[in-house]
């Protein structure tokens, strides 16, 4: 209006200033969130492994039905290779176990001292591709059962634990012929190739998005025929 008086020029260029600042940032914004938006498009987040996959049968669960249900999985499986666990008939030597899963990527043995009456401990231990590794897992296995092998102090009767740890650890020690399962990864032909042997009671196989040491697992003993329940303890345990 007239006689209203006028703001001063440089006021006028801080504004315009201003603005012109505000619109930059803004626009970087949008750069920034169309940025990372694509960066999420290209690059997913990888999806989480699955973690409550379970090898070997429930407790309690019917052993056949645990059978019947693993030989259906495996016949609906692919080419693909998938994480098995193998249950076998009777237990076998290191040889044999061996050449069984000749073939797959062994990654674990189940040995186990089976005796009448008596319920002995069953233990899982690592293997590589290497036959040697199995020597290595024996002594894995011996360690771990030792814990109650040696009789309690100052001259106190062995325990029924520690006489079965004791009786356990001497056949091992020994060679004895004691695997009952092993996991292995292996292409499904190959799997049911296994399933197949005489030795061979069952093969169980995960989903195929199971992912390594993510799962638990549990053996299926021989001695197990109608209830996966633990075995009769009743019996007395052998000197050796």
């Given at each position: 209006m007239p006689g209203e008086?006028?703001?001063?020029?440089?006021?006028?260029?801080?504004?315009?200033?201003?603005?012109?600042a505000i619109v930059v940032a803004l626009v970087l914004l949008v750069a920034a969130?169309?940025?990372?938006?694509?960066?999420?498009?290209?690059?997913?987040?990888?999806?989480a492994a699955i973690t409550s996959d379970r090898l070997g049968p429930?407790?309690?669960?019917?052993?056949?039905?645990?059978?019947?249900?693993?030989?259906?999985?495996?016949?609906?499986?692919?080419?693909?290779?998938?994480?098995?666990?193998?249950?076998?008939?009777?237990?076998v030597g290191d040889d044999q176990?061996?050449?069984?899963?000749?073939?797959?990527?062994?990654?674990?043995?189940?040995?186990?001292?089976?005796?009448?009456?008596?319920?002995?401990?069953?233990t899982f231990a690592a293997v590589t591709g290497d036959?040697?590794?199995?020597?290595?897992?024996?002594?894995?296995?011996?360690?771990?059962?030792?814990?109650?092998?040696?009789?309690?102090?100052?001259?106190?009767p062995a325990t029924r634990d520690q006489q079965v740890s004791s009786v356990t650890v001497d056949r091992l020690r020994s060679g004895c012929a004691?695997?009952?399962?092993?996991?292995?990864?292996?292409?499904?032909?190959?799997?049911?190739?296994?399933a197949a042997s005489p030795l061979v009671r069952g093969v169980q196989v995960l989903p195929a998005d199971a992912a390594g040491g993510r799962f638990?697992?549990?053996?299926?003993l021989p001695e197990q025929t109608d209830r996966f329940l633990p075995v009769a303890d009743t019996a007395p345990v052998p000197p050796r």
């Open positions: 008086p006028q703001p001063p020029a440089d006021l006028e260029a801080r504004r315009g200033g201003l603005t012109g969130t169309a940025g990372l938006y694509a960066l999420g498009a290209t690059h997913p987040p990888k999806r429930e407790n309690g669960a019917s052993v056949a039905a645990y059978l019947d249900d693993a030989a259906a999985g495996l016949d609906r499986v692919g080419a693909g290779p998938r994480w098995a666990l193998i249950s076998l008939r009777a237990p176990a061996w050449s069984l899963v000749d073939g797959t990527a062994a990654s674990q043995v189940a040995f186990h001292v089976p005796i009448a009456g008596v319920a002995t401990p069953s036959r040697g590794s199995l020597a290595t897992a024996r002594t894995n296995a011996v360690v771990e059962v030792r814990g109650d092998a040696d009789a309690g102090g100052d001259g106190a004691c695997i009952v399962a092993m996991v292995v990864r292996g292409t499904g032909p190959r799997l049911r190739e296994i638990a697992v549990v053996a299926l």
